[in-house]
Nanobody
Framework: QVQVVESGGDLVQAGGSLRLSCAAS????????MGWFRQAPGKERELVAA????????????VKGRFTISTISRDNAKKTNTVSLQMNSLKPEDTAVYYC????????????WGQGTQVTVSS
């Protein structure tokens, strides 16, 4: 099992920056990717950014050049993986609940999710 906790959401003005953090703990040795998703009211959840344990990244087009996902940092002693999402030049359309998710090598997709953190960008 993996427990996922996000933090860092806040209210920010357009053009501002935020950094979201995610910690995954538990059976981390099977984790091969971590990702950030978001869901705005009335919209479907979308993948914002993801990174594999090998360092390959993927971004939704709307955030390319503005958002950066960090590499996965592993602390074996604490059995924790961490990843962050640096968000710059924020726009009102970035307003959403942001979720961190974890994929393991034995899973077909992202099977473990955090509770979400609210990001609100005012115009």
């Amino acid at each position: 099992q993996v427990q996922v906790v996000e933090s860092g959401g806040d209210l920010v003005q357009a053009g501002g920056s935020l950094r979201l953090s995610c910690a995954a703990s538990g059976s981390i040795f099977l984790i091969n990717a971590m990702g950030w998703f978001r869901q705005a009211p009335g919209k479907e959840r979308e993948l914002v950014a993801a990174i594999t344990s090998g360092g390959s990244t993927d971004y939704v087009d709307s955030v390319k050049g503005r958002f950066t996902i960090s590499t996965i940092s592993r602390d074996n002693a604490k059995k924790t993986n961490t990843v962050s999402l640096q968000m710059n030049s924020l726009k009102p359309e970035d307003t959403a609940v942001y979720y961190c998710a974890v994929r393991r090598v034995i899973d077909t997709g992202y099977g473990y999710w955090g509770q979400g953190t609210q990001v609100t960008v005012s115009s």
